[in-house]
């Protein structure tokens, strides 16, 4: 269901299974968030500007950081970024980046500039929680996916990878 602006709105950072090889996306909940071509409101995926930077690699520990900025109220000027192994690979905020925004946001892949989000109506709508999850649709009967986490950190400013060594799981 699309957040109707004093109850929730959502952010998330996943596989996209689409492509091939998987890559990372946003997959999120706000305000005037676009519905699907059924007319139902998904959450909308957020391609990451950087493809080659945002492959999924497997059985590899990467350092995965995101901002999340919520919108003034009234205004549509909320911005996620994300950063794989200290690379930025994607910053959606009003006005860029420019790509075709349908339920799916795709970079460079059009003229629309991205309209920014408005993630709440309410001042006192906040971050209030972080869910470390996987989610995945091509998961095989018998087969078992798992992802390990490991060193989490909430900061109010970009901190950068740490340096902690080359780690295998």
């Given at each position: 269901?699309?957040p109707r602006?004093k109850d929730?709105?959502?952010?998330?950072?996943?596989?996209?299974?689409r492509?091939s090889?998987p890559?990372?996306e946003?997959?999120?909940?706000?305000l005037?968030?676009?519905a699907g071509g059924?007319?139902?409101?998904?959450?909308?995926?957020?391609?990451?500007?950087?493809?080659?930077?945002?492959?999924?690699?497997?059985?590899?520990?990467?350092?995965?950081?995101?901002?999340?900025?919520?919108?003034?109220?009234?205004?549509?000027?909320?911005?996620?970024?994300?950063?794989?192994?200290?690379?930025k690979?994607?910053?959606?905020?009003?006005?860029?980046?420019?790509?075709r925004?349908?339920?799916?946001?795709t970079?460079g892949?059009?003229?629309?500039p991205?309209?920014g989000?408005?993630?709440?109506?309410?001042?006192?709508?906040?971050?209030n929680?972080?869910?470390?999850?996987?989610?995945?649709?091509?998961?095989?009967?018998?087969?078992?996916t798992?992802?390990?986490?490991?060193?989490?950190?909430?900061?109010?400013?970009y901190?950068?990878p740490?340096?902690?060594?080359?780690?295998?799981?």
């Amino acid at each position: 269901l699309r957040p109707r602006g004093k109850d929730n709105s959502t952010v998330s950072f996943e596989p996209y299974q689409r492509t091939s090889p998987p890559r990372h996306e946003f997959y999120n909940y706000w305000l005037d968030m676009k519905a699907g071509g059924d007319g139902k409101h998904y959450g909308n995926v957020l391609l990451m500007e950087d493809p080659q930077s945002s492959v999924i690699v497997y059985d590899e520990w990467i350092a995965v950081e995101i901002m999340v900025r919520l919108n003034t109220v009234g205004k549509t000027d909320g911005e996620v970024a994300a950063w794989v192994n200290g690379k930025k690979v994607a910053h959606y905020k009003p006005g860029s980046p420019i790509g075709r925004h349908m339920s799916t946001f795709t970079p460079g892949a059009g003229s629309d500039p991205f309209p920014g989000i408005d993630f709440r109506t309410d001042p006192a709508l906040a971050v209030n929680f972080i869910e470390l999850e996987l989610y995945s649709s091509s998961t095989e009967e018998g087969q078992t996916t798992q992802i390990m986490y490991d060193d989490v950190v909430v900061a109010r400013r970009y901190i950068g990878p740490l340096t902690v060594g080359k780690r295998k799981p």
